[in-house]
């Protein structure tokens, strides 16, 4: 079967090279951001992507399996770098929710200003997301408190607790996996460096040998050198700005929903008077 790979048609080998990898990381980003089962679905994005990684360098340019079998390293890393790019994509696309978030707010504000506290949580509910599950989460113990005897800086604390509590289950939503790409990224660097060394170690045992050096393996172990420097720059550098991305969509998130408790709150207060 391999044999049959690395004597395929240009035409199997780039779609190979291309599909397979894309299809995979995919598949199993979505699966990962739309499932529970996040350890089952890690594990075999591990076993899966490490196949396909095999049968990849099988298919690349006989330059390029020149970097040796650290390439297939490289290259599983790069299918987890994507798959994690794509679950966080959709995951932080859930957590916008229905709407754009400024005109969730627009009617949210309008709601509580006309004091349909129920429509407001309905509305919350249509909407969905991280901000909206937050918000949700202080108008609902506003309701439940408001009929109990307390004084006004007690009701606050306790909306505030709510709002908290709701926020720390929806922070880890929002980060998670985001430690796998800085992995990825340091990793990524550290297999391509383990691989420029062991070229640069072929490459002196070449000029080793009495006499002449020997052309062909000194150009081998040059090019295994270069070869790995590359694809371990392009999974850290990747790693580097997809984690600087998403921990800035992250932080956006959070900051328009505290922008949007404070405005609840001090809507609330004004109900009140």
Known sequence: MLKGLVEAPMIVKILIMGVLPAVLAAGIGIALALSKKVGLITFL??????????????????????GGP??????LLLILLITYVIERSLTIGRARGAKPVAVFMEE??????????????????AQKGSTANVLRAGL????????????????????QRAIEEANMLETPLLERNLIMLTTVASIGTMVGLTGTTIGMIRAFQAMAHAGAPDASQLARGISEALINTAGGLFNGIGGIVANNYFMNKVSQ??????EAVYEMQQLLTIGEK
């Open 140 to 159: 609902e113990r506003y309701l439940a408190i408001q009929n109990e005897n307390l004084t006004p800086d007690k009701k606050t604390a306790e909306v």
């Open 108 to 125: 949210f504000r309008e709601l509580l200003r006309a004091g349909n506290l129920t429509g407001a949580i309905a509305a919350c509910n």
């Open 253 to 258: 998130f959070q900051y328009a929903t505290d």
């Open 45 to 66: 994005l591990y076993v899966i992507g490490l196949v396909a990684s095999f049968v990849i360098f099988k298919t690349l340019p006989e330059y390029i399996q020149a």
């Open 70 to 75: 650290v390439v297939i390293s490289l290259i």
